[in-house]
């Protein structure tokens, strides 16, 4: 074939969703042909993971994992990050962080390389400008497919990379958010996207988060220690189609998978 298949995974949302995705990504890698997956896993511990939950996610399936915002939420995955190169936190964090932000992986198709950003429209810090950042790495080096997760809030600024990335890599997608657009496609010059890839985890929540205490949060009650949604799970991502002499897309389906 011409083609291979990418299966890309958003948020994974506590220890329910570690779970389901021991539970269901072989099958789902199988049923979708996919060469290639990515997990993003920053919220397994709810805020940021620990290398249990890390080593978790690889043993079902993933073959990298992308972090976000919450990549140094728990200290015990300080020295992980280091030791590890298949775990990627935003590679527009400062040049001293611990870990690395992006790599060039083995798949059956060839070399893959993956990029962690994250975007710095409403979240509350200052990470160096991604859109300077990302033409540094596409310029040290060449790889015949290159994969972008992009942690974001603002759908503007995810939205607004894509396009600034469009024709010079295979896929971007974005995450943080956790709640799957309706927006998956290939671009005018052949990159796929979507806006975000959803989440893996309790369905019945308000983002992973249990649905009476984000009520209360946003009631304006004090904050309490996150406490994940428990009943049905969900797991959701995209699968990227690329074609092996381009590089570029050539088709993006969205996909949603329920307990």
């Given amino acids: 074939m011409n083609t291979f298949n990418i299966l890309a995974i958003g948020d994974v949302c506590g220890a329910s969703g570690v779970d389901f995705l021991s539970a269901r990504l072989r099958g789902l890698q199988r049923s979708v042909d996919a060469c290639f997956t990515v997990v993003n896993g920053e919220n397994a511990q709810g805020r940021g993971l620990l290398p249990s939950d890390a080593e978790a996610i690889f043993n079902a399936g ?14 015990e995955i300080f020295n992980y990050l280091d030791d590890n190169g298949y775990i990627l936190r935003p590679a527009n964090y400062a040049g001293n962080a611990p870990g690395r ?73 974005g995450t943080h958010t956790h709640v ?7 671009l005018p010059k052949g990159t796929g996207v979507i ?18 205490q984000s009520i209360s949060m946003f009631k304006g009650f004090p904050k309490d220690h996150y406490r994940s949604a428990g009943g049905r799970q969900t797991l959701q991502g995209s699968v990227f189609t690329i074609n092996r002499e381009t590089g570029l897309c050539e088709k993006v389906t969205a996909l949603r998978l329920d307990s």
């Fill in 101 to 173: 932000g992006f790599g060039l992986f083995d798949s059956p198709a060839g070399k893959i390389r993956v990029i962690a950003l994250i975007g710095r429209k409403s979240l509350d810090y200052a990470p160096e400008n991604p859109f300077n950042v990302i033409d540094r790495i596409l310029a040290s080096e060449n790889a015949p497919y290159t994969l972008v997760d992009f942690h974001a809030e603002a759908t503007a600024e995810k939205q607004a990379m894509a396009y600034y990335l469009d024709g010079r890599v295979s896929a971007v997608w």
């Fill in 195 to 212: 806006t975000d890839l959803g989440m893996t985890g309790p369905a019945e929540s308000v983002i992973g988060m249990d649905i009476e």
């Fill in 62 to 75: 993933a073959d990298v994992i992308t972090l976000g915002n919450h990549a140094y939420s728990k200290r």
């Fill in 180 to 186: 799957q657009t309706s927006d998956a496609r290939v």
